[in-house]
């Protein structure tokens, strides 16, 4: 696993300017983001249901009890596998993804392969939205202007499905709602600042996500 050693201060690319200061820091949950960026519950449900399938089927075709269990052993293993798989990048991810909130930008250092660092200064960000996990943590997504961001890039830190304007998204977060405040309180500071807050135009904070946003 590599230690981004390169890094002048852990999670950016660069030393912060005069007058930015650093908020908050964290990582994504492993176990938070293997549930709800690698569906590893879903995988679980998916290859559990093939199996049932399998088995009655060979049981309709006159096998065995013993045989018909029997006849699922390939699926159970391909399922321990994939399941595996995912629970392995999800360790892997939590291991090298740091997110950073500054007084003026969110950055989103990703990456297992390659390590990438995503600005988003706050003048770029829009809108940002807290789901809630069931239990505890939760994500928060940052609806972005300007230059579109790579959906393939920011993988897993991404919200799910908005393939024609990806969202950057804060993942698998245990403190999400005491991050969410940061954040909030960032970015009306940073729009207060810019001299653009207005009684007509309150400052985008980060409100729950609505009902449409698609479940991670």
Same mark, same amino acid.
């Given at each position: 696993?590599?230690?981004?050693?390169?890094?002048?201060?852990?999670?950016?690319? +660069?030393?912060?300017?005069?007058?930015?200061?650093?908020?908050?820091?964290?990582?994504?949950? !492993?176990?938070?983001?293997?549930?709800?960026?690698?569906?590893?519950?879903?995988?679980?449900?998916?290859?559990a249901l093939l199996m049932?399938?399998? &088995?009655?089927?060979?049981?309709? $075709? *006159?096998? $065995?009890?013993?045989?018909?269990?029997?006849?699922?052993?390939?699926?159970?293993?391909?399922?321990?596998?994939?399941?595996?798989?995912?629970?392995?990048?999800?360790?892997?991810?939590?291991?090298?993804?740091?997110? #950073?909130? #500054?007084?003026?930008?969110?950055?989103?250092?990703?990456?297992i392969a390659l390590d990438?660092?995503?600005?988003?200064?706050?003048?770029?960000?829009?809108?940002?939205?807290?789901?809630?996990?069931?239990?505890?943590? *939760?994500?928060?997504?940052?609806? #972005?202007?300007?230059?579109?961001?790579?959906?393939?890039?920011?993988?897993?830190?991404?919200?799910?499905?908005? !393939?024609?304007?990806?969202?950057?998204?804060?993942?698998?977060?245990?403190?999400? +709602?005491?991050?969410?405040?940061?954040?909030? #309180?960032?970015?009306?500071?940073?729009?207060?600042?810019? &001299?653009?807050?207005?009684?007509?135009?309150?400052?985008?904070?980060?409100?729950?996500?609505?009902?449409?946003?698609?479940?991670?």
């Amino acid at each position: 696993m590599r230690e981004h050693g390169f890094e002048p201060v852990p999670g950016l690319p +660069e030393v912060l300017p005069r007058g930015e200061k650093l908020l908050w820091q964290g990582a994504p949950d !492993f176990r938070a983001l293997a549930l709800h960026a690698m569906h590893v519950r879903a995988l679980a449900v998916y290859f559990a249901l093939l199996m049932l399938l399998r &088995g009655q089927l060979e049981w309709a $075709g *006159g096998a $065995g009890l013993a045989a018909s269990v029997a006849s699922t052993t390939w699926l159970a293993v391909l399922g321990a596998v994939c399941i595996g798989i995912a629970c392995l990048f999800a360790w892997m991810y939590s291991r090298t993804t740091l997110y #950073t909130i #500054t007084t003026r930008r969110v950055v989103i250092r990703t990456g297992i392969a390659l390590d990438v660092a995503i600005n988003l200064p706050f003048k770029q960000i829009h809108a940002a939205g807290l789901r809630r996990y069931r239990g505890a943590g *939760g994500e928060i997504a940052l609806e #972005t202007l300007g230059k579109r961001i790579s959906y393939i890039l920011l993988w897993p830190n991404v919200r799910p499905w908005r !393939f024609n304007q990806p969202q950057a998204m804060l993942r698998a977060l245990p403190d999400a +709602e005491a991050v969410a405040a940061v954040l909030s #309180t960032a970015l009306a500071g940073a729009q207060a600042d810019h &001299g653009t807050q207005s009684t007509s135009a309150p400052a985008p904070g980060v409100a729950p996500v609505s009902a449409t946003v698609a479940a991670a």
